[in-house]
């Protein structure tokens, strides 16, 4: 596609249920990273896939956290069990492979997450 | 490791006033440095960034950057501020495979 797409665009959920959230990167770009911001904490890092290698987890917070992503293409961040600190946003953003650490990420508009 | 401090988590500016966004980063190994801004309810979009060669780099929107190496610094600035560059802006150094962001500035511009 044109751009990173995410959805949903916002998603209330009751403490203790699962969510899944989903990220399209651009066609063509192998690298795909998840990032957290919460208010006034800015963007952390929770993981990063490049093409068919393992991803790099060392971001995720808990166990509660996971993500996939099948065929190289789209991806999928799940919380399981959520807590009201998990409330945030969520950005997922891609790159052409490498290129990364040297042109900058395209990120997506974001899932806003409200856990009540 | 590396890591991004942005000195000043709001800033206000009068509209026409000169903008100074400041960012010290701290890294092991030569810098890839970034600014980005994020505009309500939307992603991050790049603003510029420098990579090698030439220190001061021009953006979009007017925006520039100096890296100095001798400071560790990668402070972001505008001639004149407009009421459309309200935002928040965020710093970010390159690291072994990912980027690591700073917390954020949030400017304030006013009439």
């Known amino acids: 596609g044109a751009g990173v797409s995410q959805s949903p665009s916002n998603k209330v959920t009751e403490k203790g249920k699962d969510v899944e959230l989903r990220c399209d990167p651009i066609s063509g770009h192998t690298a795909l990273y998840w990032y957290r911001q919460s208010l006034g904490q800015g963007l952390e890092f929770l993981i990063y896939f490049q093409g068919n290698s393992a991803p790099d987890k060392s971001g995720l917070p808990s166990d509660r956290f996971s993500a996939e992503r099948t065929g190289g293409s789209v991806s999928t961040l799940t919380i399981q069990r959520t807590q009201q600190e998990d409330s945030a946003v969520y950005l997922c953003a891609s790159s052409s492979s490498w290129a990364g650490e040297i042109y900058g990420y395209t990120f997506g508009s974001g899932t806003r997450l409200t856990v009540v | ?111």
């Open chain 2, 1 to 111: 490791a590396q890591s991004v401090t942005q000195l000043g988590s709001h800033v206000s500016v009068s509209e026409g006033a000169l903008v100074l966004l400041r960012c010290n980063y701290s890294s092991s190994v030569p810098p890839y440095l970034f600014w980005y801004v994020q505009y309500p309810n939307q992603g991050l979009q790049l603003l510029l960034k420098y990579t090698t060669g030439a220190t001061l780099v021009k953006g979009i929107n007017g925006f520039e950057a100096e890296f100095k190496k001798s400071e560790t610094s990668f402070h972001l600035t505008k001639p004149s501020a407009h009421m459309s560059d309200a935002a928040e802006y965020f710093c970010a150094v390159s690291g072994s495979s990912t980027l690591t962001f700073g917390k954020g500035t949030m400017l304030l511009v006013s009439p």
